[in-house]
């Protein structure tokens, strides 16, 4: 049996990210997400309705600020107490799951997706899934980017600015930007 390019994705296959299943379920994501950025707040809610229907799982007292963004929502999934600052930007086209007590500072990101190296495949809309798991009690400074298929352990500590292209142990505190040029083979 063919698998389709959601299966594929969920697999941790290569799959083709332009494929109309996949379209209709970031639309779908699309108006969950507006529909939270846009409602008034309410002291009443830890998680907008729309994003509690919208993610695989959540625990209570959950707090998004807006704006908020994500790429399907359904890859999702919250411990109790977790807190995201405002601008936080979740591609989860892999499963993201973020533990208990955990706080995102501003404009944290959080990618998944790995795009293909071979320019004309790219183009193509082909891409690959990699998980990523924030444990409990972490804490992600402002503007951190999350790379595809990193791990955060308990009690860790990513410093604004920071970009994680490894896992981090627990109780380890990460900062800087290791961006450098990639030699040609």
């Known amino acids: ?17 332009l494929d109309s299943e ?5 639309h779908q994501a699309r108006v969950a997400v507006h529909q939270h950025n846009t409602a008034p707040p309410d002291p009443a809610e830890h998680l907008s309705p729309a994003l509690a229907a919208l993610f695989a799982a959540h625990g209570e007292n959950c707090l998004i600020e807006t704006p908020f963004h994500c790429a ?25 799951t973020i533990g208990d007590g955990t706080m995102l500072g501003p404009n944290v990101q959080i990618y998944c997706a790995q795009h293909h190296k071979d320019r004309g495949l790219r183009a193509k809309g082909l891409e690959i899934a990699y998980p990523v798991t924030l444990g409990a009690d972490v804490w992600i400074g402002g503007g951190a980017i999350l790379l595809p298929g990193v791990t955060i352990g308990d009690g860790a500590i990513v410093g604004a600015g920071a970009v994680v292209t490894k896992d981090v142990a627990a109780g380890e505190t990460v900062t800087s930007n290791p961006a450098a040029p990639v030699a040609k083979r």
């Open 22 to 26: 996949l379209a209709a379920l970031r």
């Open 72 to 96: 399907y929502g359904i890859n999702i999934t919250l411990g109790n107490n977790v807190y995201m600052n405002a601008g936080c930007t979740i591609l989860d086209t892999a499963a993201v």
């Open 1 to 17: 049996m063919t698998k389709t390019e959601r299966q594929k994705m969920q697999a941790g296959d290569w799959y083709c990210c």
